[in-house]
């Protein structure tokens, strides 16, 4: 069976190439003329798209990661555990904590820092987290001019986590400890200065019992120490019609000690 021989292309004349080059560079320098404003002079780098309007981003999604506020409290979640920063395989999250921070529960994270340019999204962080402190939000119009502009301080961080926290709040989902299933250990001013007096009644009374003990040993040990060392006999008291006999020298004791010797003998 014969086969039939492809058509032969039509070679397009010069000026129709030459046209269809002009035309493209049109469209192009359009679509840049169009974009020039809004990047360059307003300098709006975050790319919205409303003529499609928002769409539905599932709750597993993982976006820009973001910090958190206890609604409960008022006060941050992280705890300052440094998992997040250990477990990262980027290396891209650093901490400073300070130890203590009056009415904040664990350490007080003084600076928290994620560094987008080198985050994956893996969400390990997320899941090391031991309370609702870390969070993926539905965030992923992040775009910068420099590397330093991707480089999130703590308070970037706070309101990308509260504004997704908000938008659960909003929808029904509740706040970060409902959605994560993680329990915040912050506490209220009130309950921060009942524990307070807790722990001081507790360590008075670990002190008072520490006292005691000390107290106790240190009796039974002045008993065995006393119990070891050796009496000595009471001589007899003297009755006061009895005078002491006189004393006798001791070559006129040996001579009346000599005929009874002499007697023993014979």
């Known amino acids: 069976m014969a086969v039939a021989p492809p058509p032969t ?42 003529q499609w309007g928002s769409r539905p ?66 969400g390990l962080c997320v899941e090391a987290c031991p309370v609702p ?24 961080l706070l309101e990308v986590g509260e504004w997704q926290q908000e938008k659960w709040i909003r929808t029904g989902l509740g706040t970060a400890d409902a959605v994560t299933g993680k329990k915040s250990m912050q506490m209220t001013d009130e309950e921060w200065q009942a524990e307070e007096e807790k722990k001081k009644a507790a360590a008075a009374a670990r002190a008072q019992r520490t006292a005691a003990a000390r107290q106790q040993a240190g009796a039974q040990q002045s008993g065995a120490t006393a119990a070891e060392r050796p009496t000595t006999p ?11 006999a006189p004393e006798q020298p001791v070559g006129e004791q040996s001579a009346k000690e000599q005929p009874s010797s002499e007697s023993a003998s014979a």
Not at 67 to 94: V, W
Not at 133 to 154: C, M, N, P
Not at 234 to 241: C, E, T, V, Y
């Open 133 to 156: 402190a870390l969070i993926h939000t539905e965030v992923w119009q992040v775009g910068g001019y420099s590397h330093r502009d991707l480089v999130f301080d703590k308070q970037r």
């Open 57 to 122: 981003i599932a709750l597993r999604y993982r976006g820009t990661i973001g910090l958190t506020i206890d609604r409960r409290t008022g006060k941050e979640n992280c705890i300052g555990c440094l998992a997040c920063e250990r477990i990262c395989p980027d290396h891209c999250i650093h901490i400073e904590t300070i130890d203590e921070k009056p009415g904040h529960k664990g350490k007080y994270p003084v600076v928290f820092i994620i560094d987008n340019n080198l985050c994956s999204l893996c």
């Open 234 to 244: 009471a001589r007899p008291a003297r009755k006061p019609s009895e005078s002491p």
């Open 9 to 50: 292309p039509v070679k397009t004349s010069f000026w129709a190439d030459l046209w269809d080059t002009i035309i493209s560079l049109l469209k192009g320098l359009g679509v840049t003329g169009k974009n020039l404003w809004r990047v360059v002079v307003q300098r709006q780098a975050v790319t919205i798209t409303e």
